[in-house]
């Protein structure tokens, strides 16, 4: 019995280190960098300036079919896939638009690069470029996603922007900023392009 309960709060400590050294190393990875230009309770609007994204197309439709493959193919590319072997920081959030036509899955570069300076991947199915400047709706959803999450926090941000007047452009894209592992903490997000005047009262 002593022996079972020792393993038990070594399990336990373990799982505690995992988790609290996880949320330590996600606070200190790069995030996008973006402004907040309007804020209430269930979303904001906010300006994302351009930006170098690493990026794959596929054909699937689903977060569950894209996220896995996606990931290995463009972690392949920052991790030494590319003809310099540059080891290229991971930063957050990851970004997915999953749609009926072209689904897409990206990575956004560390801000000291750029398509001039970041080397040539090695896969060809890896697409570097630059994003224009955009300004987005967001709304926040905890947990771990999936398909149902996603297509509910969709259409709950669709149905807000729809209340307020605000027209969307495009699709609707999920953003990621936790590794799996993590447990706690959890950060998702939809955003989708919107037609914004900072003057624009709601």
């Known amino acids: 019995m002593k022996i079972f309960l020792l ?5 336990i400590l373990l799982f505690l280190f995992i988790q609290t050294y996880t949320i330590m190393s996600t606070s200190r990875t790069e995030i996008q960098k973006y402004t907040v230009v309007h804020s209430e309770n269930e979303f904001e609007i906010r300006f994302y300036p351009s930006a170098t994204f690493a990026t794959i197309r596929s ?9 896995g493959p996606g990931f290995r193919q463009l972690a392949g590319y920052i991790f030494g896939g590319n003809e310099s072997e540059t080891k ?5 959030p990851v970004q997915m638009n999953i749609n009926d036509t072209l689904s897409e899955m990206s990575f956004v570069m560390p ?12 896969d060809s199915e890896v697409i570097i470029h630059q994003t224009m400047d955009e300004h987005v709706a967001a709304l926040r959803f905890s947990g771990f996603a999936s398909d ?8 709950k941000l669709k149905t807000i922007l729809g209340h307020k007047g605000i027209q ?4 609707f894209r999920f953003l990621g ?10 950060r998702n997000e939809i955003i989708v392009s919107v037609k914004w005047d900072d003057s624009l009262k709601l």
């Open 7 to 11: 393993i038990l709060v070594i399990i």
């Open 59 to 67: 054909r699937v439709k689903t977060y569950r079919e894209l996220s």
């Open 88 to 92: 290229i920081a991971m930063t957050s």
């Open 111 to 122: 801000s000291d690069y750029n398509p001039q300076n970041l080397p040539k991947p090695k």
């Open 148 to 155: 149902d999450a996603i297509s509910e926090n969709s259409d």
């Open 168 to 171: 969307t452009i495009g699709n």
């Open 177 to 186: 900023y936790n590794p799996p592992w993590q447990l706690v903490g959890r």
